[in-house]
Structure formats: structure tokens, C-alpha cells
């Protein structure tokens, strides 16, 4: 089974500075992928950055940077440049290849960016 | 472009009230989702539509049910809505699941309030 743990319920960060939001997962297969979403208060999930299990560099998607450690099985998400629009619930989510389908969620953290 | 579009964007049904919400995309993808998102928790796989193959979640309710006529179009329907039942439901759609570097797009979701 698959499993996707993010321990920081919430977290504040001050505008323009950076922040890391913490992700860890569980899997036996070798061959997945590891998402990031963001989902404002207004609902909609959006996509913000992948990794792949086979991946030797890090991802990075313009302020939002993934910091993989495939031996200790995190994924954690680097926001630069905090701004206010960035404040938001962030869901850490994963899919195997051997998987039927569905990406498994973490239960997500509540990102705050103060003036 | 390319997405996924559920309507409406907000729903309020009478409690016990049968009530449809919609989902379509111009993705062409394969699989189609259905999730519930209770306030500040991760979402919950209800069920998903590879093709026309139907999956359910083992604890799903039975008040729950989905159509899925062609590609384009998923529906869920709530026979009998109860007050547990108001969340936001989102839809995803995905490539087949052995292509792990693919995530869902979501569509914006329903917020459905129960009066």
C-alpha cells in the first residue's frame, strides 16, 4: 500500500522570504510519481510540480522547487519569495506504476504568508 | 485549452433530494475520477471510470453513484443527500495509470450545501 504523510498541519511564513513544506512517503515500487497541488480557498486543486522516481535532479517549476531524497523517501516542496497569493492548502500525492490508478494524498498543510 | 469542467460550481439540494453534479473533458483521457472533500482533509477517492470499466471504493456509500455515457462526460449522482454529505466533489482525469508522470487535472468543483 501506499502511503503519503505530511506532518505540518500549518505553517506561516513572512512574504518574500522561503519556506519548505515537509512530505514523506511509503511505497515497495520502484517506478512512481510524486505530485504537488495547491488548493486556494476558492477550491480548485493546481498542479504545481512533479517528480519522478528515476529522476537524478530535482524538479523545479519557476518559485517552486521539489527536494527529493529518494533513500529517505521525502518529497518536500520549497517555496521561494513567499507572496500573498501563495497562502493556500498544499497537498503532497503520489502514483505507482503498479498502482490501479488512483494518486494517493497526503492530508495536506495550510500554508499562511504574512505582510 | 484543453481541461476539465464540472457544473455547477455551487449545488444546494434539499436534504434527501436526489441531485446530479457533472463533469466533462476535452482531454480525451482514459480515467475518470470522482472525489469528496470534506472542510480541510485531504479529498476521497469515491470511485473511477477507466474507459467504461467502473471501480468502486470499498466504503463508498451506496447513495453514491456514477455514469459515465462516453469520454467526455462523468456524472454523480446522490440519491438521497444527507447534511454528511455537503463537501466539495471534484473531478480528475488522467492517462492510464502505468504513466506515473502524469498527474489528475482537476476540474474547479462543487461546493454542495445541504438545506
Known amino acids: 500500500a501506499q502511503k503519503i504523510t505530511q506532518t505540518q498541519p500549518g505553517m506561516f511564513v513572512q512574504e518574500k522570504e522561503a519556506v519548505t513544506l515537509d512530505c514523506t512517503y511509503d511505497?515497495?515500487?520502484?517506478?512512481?510519481?510524486l505530485f504537488w497541488y495547491k488548493q486556494p480557498s476558492s477550491g480548485e486543486m493546481i498542479f504545481l510540480i512533479y517528480?519522478?522516481?528515476?529522476?537524478?535532479q530535482n524538479a523545479t517549476e519557476g518559485r517552486y522547487s521539489l527536494n527529493f531524497q529518494k533513500a529517505r523517501k521525502s518529497a518536500n516542496l520549497v517555496i521561494s519569495a513567499s507572496q500573498l497569493g501563495d497562502s493556500a492548502m498544499y497537498f503532497c500525492?503520489?502514483?505507482?506504476?503498479?498502482?490501479?490508478?488512483?494518486?494517493?494524498f497526503g492530508t495536506g498543510t495550510k500554508l499562511q504568508v504574512i505582510p | 485549452d484543453a481541461m476539465v469542467i464540472q457544473n455547477p460550481r455551487y449545488q444546494v439540494t434539499q436534504f434527501g433530494k436526489p441531485v446530479t453534479l457533472s463533469c466533462s473533458q476535452t482531454?480525451?483521457?482514459?480515467?475518470m475520477y470522482w472525489y469528496q472533500q470534506k472542510s480541510s482533509q485531504a479529498p476521497k477517492l469515491l470511485f473511477h471510470?477507466?474507459?467504461?470499466?467502473?471501480?468502486n471504493e470499498a466504503d463508498t456509500p451506496d447513495n453514491f453513484q456514477s455514469r459515465r455515457p462516453n469520454t467526455s462526460f462523468c456524472f454523480l449522482d446522490i440519491r438521497s443527500p444527507g447534511l454528511g454529505d455537503a463537501a466539495m466533489y471534484l473531478c480528475?482525469?488522467?492517462?492510464?495509470?502505468?504513466?506515473?508522470?502524469?498527474?489528475?487535472?482537476f476540474g474547479s468543483g462543487t461546493r454542495l450545501t445541504v438545506v
Open positions: 480528475a482525469t488522467s492517462p492510464p495509470g502505468h504513466l506515473v508522470d502524469y498527474g489528475y487535472t
Open positions: 511505497t515497495s515500487d520502484p517506478s512512481y510519481g
Open positions: 517528480q519522478g522516481s528515476y529522476d537524478q
Open positions: 500525492a503520489m502514483r505507482v506504476a503498479g498502482g490501479y490508478q488512483k494518486v494517493t
Open positions: 482531454l480525451n483521457h482514459n480515467v
Open positions: 471510470y477507466y474507459d467504461k470499466d467502473f471501480n
